[in-house]
């Protein structure tokens, strides 16, 4: 059973910056891809960022520029980098993950979950 641990998430205020880091077992970072998603109360799930087993990145327009999503220095972990923050980006951050290539931010396209950690933003 694969297993995803978000952890970094907390309260920040507008424009500081926070990174969220996803770890799971070694055998499956190596065959599955790893994105981020949020959610706030009444809303569906947004997809966020998404690595791709070569390195390319996937982002949604609303943190193009703001939010990185790379490899981290921690083994089998994934990080998600983020700047600029506003408080329109207070959500509770999934990690989720897939069998390679991630074509898309669909939620639906992603099978294993984390249990999220929630990032607050204030003004």
């Known amino acids: 059973q694969v297993t995803l641990v978000e952890s970094g998430g907390g309260s920040v205020q507008s424009g500081e910056s926070l990174t969220l880091s996803c770890k799971t077992a070694?055998?499956?970072?190596?065959?599955?891809?790893m994105a981020w998603f949020r959610q706030t109360p009444g809303k569906d799930r947004e997809g966020v960022a998404a690595?791709?087993?070569?390195?390319?990145?996937l982002y949604a327009d609303s943190v193009k520029g703001r939010f990185t999503i790379s490899q981290g220095s921690a083994e089998n972990t994934v990080n998600l980098q983020m700047t600029s923050l506003k408080p329109d980006d207070t959500a509770i951050y999934y990690c989720?993950?897939?069998?390679?290539?991630?074509?898309?931010?669909?939620?639906?396209?992603?099978?294993?979950w984390g249990q999220g950690t929630q990032v607050t933003v204030s003004s």
């Open positions: 690595l791709n087993s070569d390195g390319t990145p």
């Open positions: 989720a993950a897939d069998h390679c290539p991630v074509r898309s931010l669909e939620a639906w396209t992603f099978g294993i």
């Open positions: 070694a055998y499956s970072y190596n065959q599955y891809c």
